[in-house]
């Protein structure tokens, strides 16, 4: 099969629709618009019964009963509903919370708002392979603490944190979970009971499904988990989450979680397979490349490589017909590299030189070695063109060079 | 983010990409940026005693698509200048020709610093005293 240009391998950003999705969800922009809450006629009954359906495929997908999940906007918002929702309702009871340094902005800055308003935020570092230290939690934990938030999996190197582990220490000390669900649902099996998690951000489009649409798991029972809104209006969604609802988002998002269920473990078997030769491939071509985070407690779909002594951006120049994303300070809008590689002790040098690969459902055995040979291919011009490549050869140490930045 | 066509132009096909002899006395060499900014340039240059002239301009740099730009411009601009000529092009001239956005403006301006380091360090070579305005990468 030829190759279709540009190949989109930046999954992790985002995720085009599956078809099956798409199609779902088109009665709904057309004959079925009705709005959700109308209760006194057909049109939003119809509307209703498409909404409490894709309430159920979201649930069965991560263990939760239908009427734990409310829909919001996105993950951003869920994330915001979660924390703020959590730290408003239980104020009287405490103003800590836990949480950790490679979170995406949506946590790490609410937390940083919540501690404006006079909550304390302990910020949890990472080990070198991306993931936090159980004892470092258990000392953090005081009275005081009333939710612990962590990420399933990171956005920039995939790396899986102990979900599980973490749950149990929350529930042993009565304190309220929240996971960010965004890059591990539908891909790794995500079961809300197991992992003892009360609550979870989920997004549709990292899951083949439609941006604008999100859900919140918010554990009903066992124990009962209270939110105040952050949204307040017509008292939908329990009173969580005021605002009429996006049906055809909804579902979208149910279809994509129902296909997510159906197919996860063949799928994660396939990007696996993907990932594994495209690492080895780079790795057997190029000398000095570095995988940033743990590749075992890592998502199949993930990969994310330091090319030393080639920045980042300019690597992304010479394969401008793959998407793909970089932790250069130069992709970035504050001109600082990934603050989640700094956070594991990469040094800001091969910080910039990191790229982030993820693959997903569409992608093929012949993209990947199309992929392999562009990298390369780039890698190795960029290193012709690289003063630190010629001096890191000639037995320089850059490390102890007394650069004169401008 | 979108580049101007020069800046992809010189990324596809950079002028002078190469290394002159260090030791040689006639060649100065200017290493500026530092690798955890992102950036670093080398610009090598091989000045005529007797004229001044700059006959040959060699460069390698590790940054962003703009500052290999920025310093495959510079070398192209300082052939065939006199010292004085070269020390005259501003970070403003490079920014101006290839079309920079204002967060690029970084790379232009180590270009210039590199061009300026590399006629210092060819006059420490000639033992001529020259006010220290940009000097290079040393090491320790």
């Known amino acids: 099969m030829a190759i279709q240009l540009p190949i989109y391998m930046d999954n992790h950003a985002t995720t085009p629709v599956d078809p099956r999705v798409l199609e779902a969800m088109l009665p709904y922009f057309g004959e079925k618009f009705g709005n959700a809450a109308s209760r006194n006629h057909s049109f939003g009954w119809t509307a209703e019964e498409a909404v409490e359906n894709a309430r159920g495929q979201i649930a069965r997908l991560i263990n939760a009963t239908p009427k734990e999940i409310i829909f919001t906007s996105g993950a951003t918002e869920s994330n915001n509903l979660a924390i703020k929702g959590a730290a408003e309702m239980y104020r009287e009871k405490g103003n800590h919370i836990i949480t950790q340094v490679t979170e995406h902005k949506a946590v790490l800055d609410t937390c940083k708002r919540l501690e404006k308003y006079g909550f304390e935020v302990t910020y949890l570092p990472v080990e070198k392979d991306g993931r936090i230290n159980l004892d470092d939690l258990r000392r953090a934990i005081t009275p005081k603490t009333i939710l612990i938030s962590i990420m399933y999996a990171n956005n920039e190197i995939g790396v899986v944190q102990p979900i599980a582990e973490i749950g149990k220490i929350a529930k042993e000390k009565g304190i309220f979970f929240h996971v960010d669900g965004v890059q591990a649902v539908g891909k790794i099996p995500v079961d809300v009971q197991k992992d003892n998690i009360d609550l979870l951000s989920v997004s549709a489009h990292k899951i083949y499904g439609p941006k604008g649409c999100g859900a919140l798991y918010v554990r009903r029972r066992n124990p009962r988990v209270q939110l105040s809104a952050i949204i307040d209006g017509g008292g939908h969604e329990r009173g969580m989450r005021s605002g009429t609802l996006n049906v055809p988002g909804i579902v979208g998002l149910g279809k994509a979680c129902e296909l997510c269920q159906n197919e996860m473990a063949q799928e994660s078997e396939q990007l696996r397979r993907l990932r594994e030769r495209l690492k080895e491939e780079i790795f057997s071509q190029l000398d000095e490349v570095y995988v940033n985070g743990s590749m075992i407690h890592r998502l199949p779909h993930n990969l994310n490589i330091s090319f030393a002594f080639v920045e980042g951006e300019s690597l992304l120049m010479g394969i401008n017909d793959v998407a793909v994303s970089s932790g250069s300070a130069c992709t970035s809008a504050t001109l600082e590299p990934s603050y989640v590689l700094k956070a594991l002790g990469v040094g800001e040098d091969l910080a910039h030189t990191s790229i982030r690969f993820g693959l997903g459902r569409f992608n093929t055995e012949e993209e990947v070695d199309y992929v392999v040979s562009r990298v390369v291919e780039t890698v190795r011009r960029l290193r012709e063109l690289s003063p630190l490549y010629e001096m890191a050869k000639e037995g320089i140490d850059l490390s102890k060079m007394n650069w004169k930045a401008s | ?140």
């Open chain 2, 1 to 140: 983010m979108a580049y101007s066509d020069k800046v992809i132009d010189h990324y596809n096909h950079p002028r002078n990409v190469g290394s002159l002899p260090k030791e040689d006395p006639n060649v100065g060499t200017g290493l500026v940026g530092a690798p955890e900014c992102g950036d670093v340039m080398k610009l090598q240059m091989k000045i005529n005693p007797e004229t001044q002239v700059i006959e040959e301009a060699k460069f390698k740099t590790f940054g962003c698509g703009s500052a290999i730009a920025s310093s495959s411009l510079a070398t192209e601009w300082v052939k065939g200048k006199t010292v004085d000529e070269a020390l005259a092009i501003q970070n403003t001239d490079i920014v101006r020709e290839l079309s920079l956005p204002p967060v690029k403006i970084h790379c232009s301006v180590l270009a210039e610093d590199a061009i300026k380091a590399a006629i210092v360090d060819w006059k420490k070579k000639k033992g001529v005293e020259t006010p220290a305005t940009q000097s290079s990468a040393t090491h320790d």
